[in-house]
């Protein structure tokens, strides 16, 4: 069946080949597709959990608040910033889940731009997002305006063209589409909102660690993204936000806690923002929750953005060959942009079997992701995923159509 290039002679190849042996790899799981969910866990994370218990948190107990936690959110923000977002420092924060983040951004620009009346979004950003921004438009008496991407696509610089007027507040895009894994255009579409005088906040949960990405230069307003996808932090890992430094002293966001105050310590009355990036924290910061993802950024930092990235654009081609030489004959459509230069760490595939089909991969231990109605989504994370696992997975996808 097999004509494809072998799996193995590009695993051989792989400049990051030492890479998959840094992650726990449990015998069941043959072949996890999905790390664009939920990364695996490094090895080194799994020795950290255990010794943060023991010396950390059992050793220095609340000592240890002065000593590094009370800084986490910022340093490793910076750092985050530096291996993966092109941030300088003083303008990354880790801090609550991405949901809660990004209301708190969004927010924070509107009241940038308190005489525009209108947020764009589309309508294949993920869920939360769009939920929020109608939530957030009743409660300020905003109006929405709707971008409709293709289910194979996501925004581009065209369709906004057409919706951005000197009402635009905000801008909320995806920079990596989660269903379609369209890759959008963060600095083309970044001047284009600036040319009417909005605001731009680009969600990276999809892109963050495996595309790159240039906040800084590329005049980005804000930024939000998840750390337990490819950044590995784990299940619930805190999310992050940055603010382009020109705007922190600006901006101030509704969710007002004793952390992000000008005095944390004091306990005082009234709340005034601190100045600084750390005004966008609320409450206690999630120590334990950043454990994982810092043994990552060690890895992305030892393989380089630039390496990850070819690589990631060489297992989304060889999925994409697999499939048109196996799936396309059955009936199976691909929802993800074809140039890679469009495209993110994932690929989509569509067919009505698609959830009787990703049932019976779980089950096998190959583990892609469903997407409704009928879609499959391998997330291929390119320190983690062997050439061999994408084979295995689209050779189980077309083993389930035809048996
Ligand atoms: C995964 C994801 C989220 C998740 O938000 P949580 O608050 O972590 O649940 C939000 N936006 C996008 C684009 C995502 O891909």
């Given at each position: 069946m097999n004509t494809t290039p072998d799996a193995a002679t590009k695993d051989a190849v792989d400049p990051l080949?030492?890479?998959?042996?840094?992650?726990?790899?449990?015998?069941?799981?043959?072949?996890?597709?999905?790390?664009?969910?939920?990364?695996?866990?490094t090895t080194a994370?799994?020795?950290?959990?255990?010794?943060?218990?023991n010396d950390q948190w059992g050793g220095r107990l609340i000592r240890g608040w002065d000593e590094s936690w009370y800084e986490l959110p910022l340093t490793l923000g910076d750092r985050?910033?530096?291996?993966?977002?092109?941030?300088?420092?003083?303008?990354?924060?880790?801090?609550?889940?991405?949901?809660?983040?990004?209301?708190?951004?969004?927010?924070?620009?509107?009241?940038?731009r308190p005489d525009r009346s209108e947020?764009?979004?589309?309508?294949?950003?993920?869920?939360?997002?769009?939920?929020?921004?109608?939530?957030?438009?009743?409660?300020?008496?905003?109006?929405l305006r709707w971008v409709d991407p293709p289910i194979d696509g996501g925004v581009t610089a065209d369709q906004l063209r057409a919706v951005l007027t000197e009402s635009t507040a905000i801008v909320v895009i995806s920079h990596v589409?989660?269903?379609s894994g369209h890759l959008a255009d963060m600095p083309g579409i970044t001047a284009l909102v600036h040319e009417v005088g909005a605001l731009v906040l680009w969600d990276t949960c999809h892109s963050a660690g495996v595309v790159e990405t240039e906040l800084d230069e590329w005049g980005v307003d804000l930024a939000v993204g998840c750390t337990y996808k490819y950044l590995n932090g784990g299940p619930g890992s805190p999310a992050y936000g940055y603010v382009r430094a020109e705007h922190i002293e600006s901006m101030t966001q509704p969710i007002q806690g004793w952390m992000g105050s000008s005095t944390p310590f004091e306990m005082g009355p009234g709340y005034a923002p601190h100045h600084g990036i750390r005004r966008f924290i609320s409450g206690t910061p999630s120590i334990i929750g950043s454990l994982a993802m810092q043994d990552m950024l060690g890895l992305i930092e030892q393989a380089s953005i630039p390496a990850i990235r070819a690589k990631s654009v060489a297992l989304t081609e060889f999925a994409l060959e697999l499939v048109d030489e196996l799936?396309?004959?059955?009936?199976?459509?691909?929802?993800?942009?074809r140039n890679s230069d469009e495209r993110g760490s994932h690929i989509t595939i569509d067919h009505e079997s698609f959830g009787r089909?990703?049932?019976?991969?779980?089950?096998?231990?190959?583990?892609?992701?469903?997407?409704?109605?009928?879609?499959?989504?391998?997330?291929?994370?390119?320190?983690?995923?062997?050439?061999?696992?994408?084979?295995?997975?689209?050779e189980a996808i077309h083993a389930a159509m035809v048996k």
């Amino acid at each position: 069946m097999n004509t494809t290039p072998d799996a193995a002679t590009k695993d051989a190849v792989d400049p990051l080949a030492a890479f998959p042996a840094k992650f726990v790899r449990s015998p069941e799981v043959r072949a996890y597709l999905d790390g664009n969910s939920l990364g695996r866990p490094t090895t080194a994370s799994a020795e950290q959990l255990a010794s943060f218990v023991n010396d950390q948190w059992g050793g220095r107990l609340i000592r240890g608040w002065d000593e590094s936690w009370y800084e986490l959110p910022l340093t490793l923000g910076d750092r985050l910033g530096r291996a993966v977002l092109g941030a300088a420092p003083g303008q990354t924060f880790i801090g609550d889940s991405t949901t809660v983040i990004l209301y708190k951004l969004i927010r924070a620009a509107l009241t940038a731009r308190p005489d525009r009346s209108e947020i764009v979004i589309d309508t294949g950003n993920f869920p939360t997002d769009r939920y929020l921004v109608e939530g957030i438009a009743d409660e300020l008496g905003k109006t929405l305006r709707w971008v409709d991407p293709p289910i194979d696509g996501g925004v581009t610089a065209d369709q906004l063209r057409a919706v951005l007027t000197e009402s635009t507040a905000i801008v909320v895009i995806s920079h990596v589409a989660y269903r379609s894994g369209h890759l959008a255009d963060m600095p083309g579409i970044t001047a284009l909102v600036h040319e009417v005088g909005a605001l731009v906040l680009w969600d990276t949960c999809h892109s963050a660690g495996v595309v790159e990405t240039e906040l800084d230069e590329w005049g980005v307003d804000l930024a939000v993204g998840c750390t337990y996808k490819y950044l590995n932090g784990g299940p619930g890992s805190p999310a992050y936000g940055y603010v382009r430094a020109e705007h922190i002293e600006s901006m101030t966001q509704p969710i007002q806690g004793w952390m992000g105050s000008s005095t944390p310590f004091e306990m005082g009355p009234g709340y005034a923002p601190h100045h600084g990036i750390r005004r966008f924290i609320s409450g206690t910061p999630s120590i334990i929750g950043s454990l994982a993802m810092q043994d990552m950024l060690g890895l992305i930092e030892q393989a380089s953005i630039p390496a990850i990235r070819a690589k990631s654009v060489a297992l989304t081609e060889f999925a994409l060959e697999l499939v048109d030489e196996l799936l396309v004959p059955l009936g199976v459509t691909v929802s993800s942009p074809r140039n890679s230069d469009e495209r993110g760490s994932h690929i989509t595939i569509d067919h009505e079997s698609f959830g009787r089909v990703n049932a019976e991969l779980w089950k096998q231990g190959i583990i892609p992701d469903f997407r409704r109605p009928h879609g499959i989504r391998l997330g291929l994370s390119p320190l983690s995923t062997t050439f061999a696992e994408v084979q295995l997975g689209i050779e189980a996808i077309h083993a389930a159509m035809v048996k």
